[in-house]
């Protein structure tokens, strides 16, 4: 019986000092949010081990449209990637881990009514990463595809 | 040392230690008399799974969340019993596996993933119980096989996606549905940072995770065990969509909102986080008694150590021991 008391004393501390070591680490970084920015909608890539959510201007919010969005001037939407990986505290839940990208979408007017489309995309640390025209188009074309979600 | 040898050597004193032994064992004796024996009713939804799975639960816990109890000789001792019969008691009241079928399959999927989270967290089996019950620690071998298991179940459940056509807001709802607990749905969160991006195999759901203002801050500063006063976190909840051809899974049908606000003085039965839940978009409010949100702490407990929340953006720690 002392015997089995002890191990358990021991066990006890053993359990404790794992605890101890994976530590919870606060990424404050991770969290983005800018004013005047809300999620239109989200998304994960089980594939690509990655989520998103659009974000949108006031503009660029109320135009959900069915197919495509339209692309009015004053526009800015800011589409966010994450790394995903296992949720830490729960088995079978995926969370968001570093920001990988961020792409910035703009739209204005140019002289005669035309409208112009300015795309560029960051990393975390603000330095633009390069993309080719057709990379750009095709990234233009996935924004404007995304639908809101449904929100109460 | 403070004690005093010649003490127990002297006559009167050794007389004195008998009288107390004495009366001690009169007193052990007579709580093994008045102890608590368990009963066990009869089994009468039990539980299924494969041979492999059910052995594991028969063998680890079946003791304390089942109609099938087998006690062990140093159980039946007080004041040993005494804790056992407790334990029992709130162990059938939590989940029991000999009324299985009085559950909803949907709630018995929800528990299913409970009991896989509280084996890995090593909260079950309850260690005072492993400790001396040996046989019915959990082995890495078995936790895996478990949750292969779960995993194959909500894959069944849910990996088809929510294919029904998403409906949208019907704007002649009573706004501000209101939780027994007396919270109030809002939509602040709306312009609120989102401070998690999550979803889960368990149940086919995508969540977005909002924080006020205070859990920003106490996030930036790292002040979160305890969340201060004022703390509000709002999770809304989306049916998957089937995955597309690229591999992208997109939010479908709204599902529910839960809140969490932290007032630790109001909230004191559930460490200061008072719970509220919004299901469907009518928002209807979820729980019939106050006691709803005593079953949403009980499973946070197993992040006390983030102040009971689990979506919190954290780094992965380079050299992590597991």
């Known amino acids: ?152 | 040392m403070f004690i005093d040898m010649n003490f127990f050597q002297s006559n009167s004193s050794r007389k004195l230690t008998g009288i107390i032994l004495i009366i001690l064992f009169a007193g052990l004796i007579g709580m093994q008399v008045a102890t608590p024996s368990i009963q066990n009713p009869a089994v009468s939804g039990e539980f299924k799974a494969p041979k492999e799975i059910k052995s594991i639960f028969e063998r680890s816990c079946y003791d304390c969340h089942s109609n099938e109890t087998k006690l062990q000789w140093f159980d039946k001792l007080a004041p040993f019993s005494y804790m056992v019969a407790a334990d029992v008691r709130e162990a059938r009241k939590r989940y029991n596996f000999s009324t299985w079928d009085s559950i909803s399959p949907a709630d018995q999927e929800v528990k299913l993933w409970y009991m896989v989270n509280m084996i890995e967290a090593g909260k079950m089996p309850l260690p005072q119980y492993t400790a001396v019950h040996r046989k019915a620690r959990i082995t890495d071998e078995e936790l895996s096989l478990l949750k292969t298991y779960v995993t194959q179940l909500s894959h069944r459940n849910h990996g088809a996606g929510d294919t029904a056509k998403i409906k949208v807001v019907n704007k002649s709802i009573a706004s501000r549905p209101k939780s027994i607990n007396g919270i109030s749905y809002f939509d602040d969160y709306k312009s609120w940072k989102v401070i998690a991006s999550t979803n889960r195999l368990d149940n086919g759901t995508m969540r977005l995770v909002y924080g006020n203002d205070i859990t920003v801050k106490a996030i930036n500063e790292k002040t979160i065990n305890p969340w201060p006063d004022g703390a509000i976190i709002v999770k809304v909840v989306w049916n998957m969509q089937p995955e597309d051809g690229e591999g992208t899974t997109k939010p479908g049908n709204f599902n529910n909102v839960q809140m969490m606000i932290k007032d630790s003085k109001k909230f004191t039965d559930t460490e200061g986080w008072g719970f509220a839940r919004f299901n469907g978009l009518e928002l209807k409010p979820y729980g019939n008694t106050v006691a709803f949100a005593v079953s949403c702490i009980n499973c946070h407990r197993l992040v006390s150590k983030n102040g009971f929340v689990f979506d919190i953006p954290t780094r992965t720690p380079e050299l992590a021991i597991k």
């Open chain 1, 1 to 152: 019986m002392k015997i089995k008391i002890l191990q358990c004393f021991i066990a006890h501390f053993i359990l404790a000092g794992c605890t101890h070591a994976d530590k919870t680490i606060l990424a404050p970084e991770f969290v983005f949010g800018e004013e005047n920015l809300h999620v239109i909608t989200s998304g994960f890539n089980r594939r690509k081990s990655t989520n998103f959510t659009l974000y949108g201007n006031a503009i660029a919010i109320n135009n959900g449209s069915d197919s495509s969005r339209s692309l009015l001037p004053g526009q800015v939407y800011k589409l966010v990637t994450w790394k995903q990986k296992p949720n830490p505290y729960w088995f079978g839940g995926y969370i968001n881990d570093e920001i990988l990208t961020i792409e910035i979408l703009k739209v204005s007017q140019s002289g005669n009514r035309v409208v112009q489309t300015d795309y560029h995309v960051e990393n975390s640390k603000k330095e633009i990463l390069h993309r080719n025209d057709s990379e750009k188009q095709s990234r233009i074309k996935f924004i404007r595809e995304q639908k809101a979600s449904v929100f109460p």
